[in-house]
Structures are given as structure tokens and as C-alpha cells.
């Protein structure tokens, strides 16, 4: 199994105050994913990193942002956390920007927002 | 952009039943096309792949063929046993790019 740890994994907070997710990985992939994923929607994607320092927006951005200050780590933060962002959060990694690249998943972090 | 439309479920099945999920593509040249399934509790992981039209991926007893002329790359088993029970989605990368895109999964239960 590729080496994907998110943590917490679970998570009850309160309608407005910050919370961070995080995405540690052991493979020295480049490309980090966070999505979040829905009953109906699937899985969409939040943001996207293709080296330290590089980011970029996905579909459903708004109130999320990112950091990668190391290879190994990816932390999604919701800057002031609201009911519509109750959700299960996964990260994802890819090795290369070969578009036949599989991509690894950890294990989510179901996050609540009361 | 590039995106694929599932079939909706749940499916639901007996053990050593025929399963079909289907899976058709709008897309771009001809991208890289991927079933993953995602068990209780757990995140996605690959189930098969192919790269380029009339490529067959096959794991675990399941199949999928990259049909370009359909737009389709079905997913398909011949006998589901009950620890097959997950949620499967296929995918490919968007437009122009890398980043993996997901249908909305398909929920399979199979029962004894």
C-alpha cells in the first residue's frame, strides 16, 4: 500500500472556526490531490499541488486553501468552516503527470461541521 | 472538459451473478480511462486501467474494454461474490491535463 497517512480522521468542529486536515506521505510523489466526496457528486476536486510551493484551484475551492511546504505534506485548511463543508475529505497522490499515472488515496477524514 | 457519466445505483445482486456497470466518456483525443473501487470505510484504489482504444484492463476477475467508437469503457464481472460489495467509479484525467476526474460511483451490494 502506498504510504498515505491523513490525519485526524475524524473530526467535530464548530460553525466558524478554522480547521486544518492533513496529508502526509512516504512515496516522494510530486502531484498531491484533496478532494471531498458527496452522496450524489462523487468526488470533486478542492485543490491540486504539482511541486512544493505549487498549487492550484480545483472545482469547488471557495472557502479552502492550501499548503505544501515540504514534498511530503499537503495541508487543506477551511479558513472559517460552514455546514456545506461537512463532508468526507480524501488526499490523493500521483507519482507523475503521465496521464495514465494512477493515483494513491489515504484513508479520508470524515469532517463535521455543527 | 473531459468527464464520465455512470450508471446510477445501487446495484444490487446475488452471489455469482453477471455484473455490468456502465461507463461512457466525453472526452478530448483519447485519454487514459480507470476503474477504481472504494471498500466500507476505506479511499478509492485502482481496479484496472487501459491507455489506449480496444485495451482490455482486467483485475480480480473483472474486466473493462476502452471502446472509442461507443465512447464506453463498461465494467464488467462474470460471477460477484459478496466481498465485491463497494463503490466503484471510474475515471480519466481532465482536459488537457493529469488530474484525475471521477464519475459519481456506482454502489454495488451483492448478497448471498
Known amino acids: 500500500d502506498a504510504g498515505i497517512t491523513q490525519s485526524p480522521r475524524h473530526k467535530v468542529t464548530e460553525t466558524g472556526t478554522p480547521v486544518t486536515l492533513r496529508c502526509h506521505q512516504t512515496?516522494?510523489?510530486?502531484?498531491m490531490y484533496w478532494y471531498r466526496q458527496d452522496p450524489g457528486h462523487g468526488l470533486r476536486l478542492i485543490h491540486y499541488?504539482?511541486?512544493?510551493?505549487?498549487?492550484d484551484k480545483g472545482e469547488v475551492s471557495d472557502g479552502y486553501s492550501v499548503s505544501r511546504s515540504k514534498t511530503e505534506d499537503f495541508l487543506l485548511t477551511l479558513e472559517s468552516a460552514t455546514s456545506s463543508q461537512t463532508s468526507v475529505y480524501f488526499c490523493?497522490?500521483?507519482?507523475?503527470?503521465?496521464?495514465?499515472?494512477?493515483?494513491?488515496f489515504g484513508q479520508g477524514t470524515r469532517l463535521t461541521v455543527v | 472538459g473531459n468527464s464520465v457519466t455512470q450508471m446510477e445505483g445501487p446495484v444490487t445482486l446475488s452471489e455469482e451473478a453477471f455484473l455490468t456497470i456502465n461507463c461512457t466518456y466525453t472526452?478530448?483525443?483519447?485519454?487514459?480511462l480507470f476503474w477504481y473501487v472504494q471498500y466500507p470505510g476505506e479511499g478509492l484504489q485502482l481496479l484496472l486501467k487501459?491507455?489506449?482504444?480496444?485495451d482490455k484492463g482486467s483485475n480480480k476477475g473483472f474486466e473493462a474494454t476502452y471502446r472509442k467508437e461507443t465512447t464506453s469503457f463498461h465494467l464488467e464481472k462474470g460471477s460477484v461474490q459478496v466481498s465485491d460489495s463497494a463503490v466503484y467509479f471510474c475515471?480519466?484525467?481532465?482536459?488537457?491535463?493529469?488530474?484525475?476526474?471521477f464519475g459519481r460511483g456506482t454502489s454495488l451490494i451483492v448478497h448471498p
Open positions: 512515496e516522494n510523489h510530486r502531484y
Open positions: 475515471a480519466l484525467p481532465s482536459g488537457g491535463s493529469y488530474i484525475p476526474t
Open positions: 472526452a478530448t483525443g483519447y485519454p487514459s
Open positions: 487501459a491507455t489506449k482504444a480496444d
Open positions: 499541488s504539482y511541486g512544493v510551493k505549487d498549487t
Open positions: 490523493a497522490i500521483s507519482e507523475s503527470g503521465d496521464r495514465g499515472a494512477e493515483a494513491f
